[in-house]
């Protein structure tokens, strides 16, 4: 059983501490226990019952009335919400629960699930890359078990490895990607979903993948010459200093140009080296693909 902050459940639901604490004295569907220095924890269950609440309650159901729900009523009530938001917001809310739970069939069934009605492109963009992005700090935190985050992301990966293989385009771009991740970085689920946007336009591309040496990469591209480089930074080692290497980059990539999308680009202020250009939103890539 995994124990959860009450900061934990408010990143994730979305309801803020104090207003979890003001639920938790009013009604009884949150019952913390307390450390030794009575800071709350909170259980799987409780975990699962803040994101259900929540969700009722942003569509228009009043706490009271949920608190005197039983639970298979709160379920009911939530596959019966038909706004787009809340089908979506509840898909993600089903996997936040199989994966604290390690359910990985069920975890498998509902992405699965998805993807028959809405396709891959969809599925990431409005589920699989949201529920990444809310779960990402529990990661950091250490508040999920290392094995969980495997688990989870191995279903995803092969998600994307089976669209990737499935694609076939009729358009061929005279373009040439090179793909990937330096040294220290191993989160692929980004580069792969770059991947399978590529070549569902037609891109010729050359995928490297995690953890590559940027020497190897400077070979690669001696010999292939592809017209740009793209790189997507999740959470690269705690040796990684993102500053020398777009320096580094930049001067053995020679005449080629990198783009560089993910967290680290958010917040950079300072000057780029010439031949480097950021990316710092999913819309910024879609838009630039569709120039090609």
């Known amino acids: 059983m995994n124990a959860f902050t009450i900061k934990d459940l408010e990143n994730l639901s979305g309801i803020k ?33 803040i994101l259900n609440i929540a969700l009722l309650n942003k569509y228009g159901y009043k706490i009271s009335h949920i608190n005197r729900m039983v639970p298979d009523e709160i379920k009911d009530r939530i596959l019966a919400l038909g706004d787009p938001g809340a ?4 898909v993600i809310n089903e996997l936040v629960q199989e994966m604290v739970d390690m359910d990985m069939e069920q975890f498998d069934r509902v992405i699965t699930s998805y ?27 250490g508040h999920i078990n290392p094995a969980q985050e495997h688990l ?24 040439t990607f090179l793909l990937f991740l330096p040294e220290g ?21 050359i995928y490297l993948g995690s953890n590559v040496p940027l020497r190897d990469v400077e070979y690669v591209v001696r010999i292939k010459k592809p017209d740009i480089v793209f790189i997507h930074l999740t ?7 993102f500053e020398k ?8 990539l020679t005449g080629v140009h990198i783009m560089i999308s993910g967290h680290p680009t958010f917040n950079y202020k300072k000057k780029l080296p010439g031949n480097i250009q950021f990316k710092k939103s999913l819309s910024e890539v879609t838009e630039f693909l569709s120039t090609l």
């Open 185 to 205: 970085e191993h989160h692929e689920l980004g580069l792969l979903y770059m991947y399978y946007l590529l070549k569902s336009r037609g891109v010729q591309t």
């Open 87 to 90: 089908v979506q917001q509840r």
């Open 17 to 49: 501490a104090h207003t979890i604490r003001i639920w938790e004295q009013r009604y009884h569907f949150l019952k913390p226990k307390r450390t030794t220095t009575n800071i709350r924890y909170y259980s799987n269950e409780e975990l699962k019952a």
């Open 115 to 141: 993807i028959s009605v809405k396709g891959i492109e969809r599925t990431v963009t409005g589920i699989i890359f949201p529920f990444l992005e809310k779960i990402g700090i529990l990661w950091q935190t």
């Open 235 to 241: 959470a690269a080692g705690t040796g990684f200093n």
């Open 245 to 252: 290497f777009m320096v580094n980059a930049s001067q053995k």
């Open 152 to 175: 989870v992301t191995n279903v995803v990966r092969q998600k994307l490895i089976v669209a990737i293989e499935a694609t076939v385009s009729h358009v061929k771009t005279p373009k």
